[in-house]
């Protein structure tokens, strides 16, 4: 469905506050639901952050392999499920989004997978060497996840373990880091420098 104008799974939407589409998105010519595509061929999107810049970012679960992090361009296409670059579960290959050109590729990928969870993009003053790096929380790779963004690319630049699965990352209002554990005795840590 995600390459399907017809319905919004795999796609990133835009509305107006009271729920009406905007009439300068994409695909607003279109009508119906595709009028409020912004962009689409996500597999499973569970983050979006704006950085100082006013550029959206998305992370998103790969399938077998593959988790991304995207640069969301105004009608963009990343191209699942036609490329990505982790395959089916049961093992049946999805060509990789060198093979596709006319679709976005991602600015980071990773396999083995880290299951991103949460994105936040730091503003704060407490840790003044992250300020604009993002932030994702790793499921399976249980850990918290630092990407430096420098204009429209990214890298991973550390992983800190945490030793259980993070469900979620905030900045504070004070600049610190909040960290949400995933499961049924999930913490909620507060990050702070030394």
Known sequence: PAQD????????IRLNDDGSTPADNPFAQQG??????????????????????????EQEMGPQGGDELNLIQRGGNYGYPEVSNGDHYGGKPIPDHATRPEFIPPKITWTP??????????????????????????????????????????????????????????????????????????RLLELQPK
Request: glycine letters at 14%.
């Open 5 to 12: 104008m017809s319905g919004n799974l795999g796609k990133l």
């Open 32 to 57: 119906g639901v595709a009028a409020q595509v912004w962009s689409l061929g996500h597999r499973n999107p569970l983050g979006i952050a704006f950085d100082a810049q006013g550029r959206l970012w």
């Open 113 to 186: 997978v880290i299951s991103p969870a949460g994105l936040m993009i730091y503003a704060g003053d407490r840790f003044p060497a992250w300020k604009g790096n993002a932030f994702i929380g790793g499921l399976s790779s249980k850990a918290l996840v630092r990407i430096e963004l420098k204009g429209e690319e990214a890298r991973e630049v550390e992983r800190y373990a945490m030793g259980t699965r993070i469900r979620d990352v905030e900045e504070g209002p004070n600049g610190s880091l909040w960290v949400l554990e995933d499961g049924a005795k999930a």
